[in-house]
């Protein structure tokens, strides 16, 4: 597709797996086109992250590393941004494994945390398990209000991933 004003290219580039295009774009736009979203209001960080395009995923982390360094607004996106790719590479096993820590050694420990509890609350055995086996996160934490994993996803009723939580103790 074509998008006026260069709008939409990097996510488009991302979907179709083209680094060069991803870099030359990414130069072009001093990192400006990093929260460009497509229809499903995904950005090029989580579409090159569920395509297992690796070297994309890379080299935007590595472009919001940089970035981010300039303002405060700009640190919050690429926070949100990380944070969002990382749940949904945690919840969707068919995410590679190499995007996934990649993911995982880019990300904040609270945002790695705070979405290890998102996905307790929504139950998802696998995803906690995923998290589980990075190292990053582990039956202990507590979030903000002092809960392990366990009494979240007692209190959300998630009576599998109990199981499986008290298996793992």
């Known amino acids: 597709p074509t998008y006026p004003n260069d709008k939409g290219l990097l996510v488009a580039a991302a979907r179709a797996g083209d680094i060069e295009r991803v870099k030359e774009l990414l130069e072009n736009q001093n990192g400006e086109g990093l929260q460009e979203k497509d229809e499903r209001g995904h950005t090029a960080l989580l579409i090159a992250a569920e395509r297992g395009h690796l070297e994309i995923v890379k080299h ?11 303002s405060n607004e700009i640190d919050n996106a690429a926070a949100q941004d990380i944070d ?9 096993c068919h995410f590679s494994d190499t995007v996934f820590k990649e993911l995982i050694n880019n990300s904040r420990e609270a945002d790695i945390n705070r979405a290890f509890f998102k ?18 996160v582990d039956l202990k934490s507590k979030d903000y209000g002092g809960k392990t994993i366990l009494q979240i996803a007692a209190t959300y009723g998630r009576l599998e991933l109990v199981e499986y939580l008290v298996e793992e103790k």
């Open 60 to 70: 935007l982390l590595q472009t919001y590393s940089q970035v981010k360094l300039k």
């Open 119 to 136: 996905i307790a609350e929504q139950g998802n055995v696998e995803a906690v398990d995923r998290l589980l086996k990075t190292k990053q």
């Open 84 to 92: 969002r790719a990382l749940m949904h590479s945690a919840k969707q």
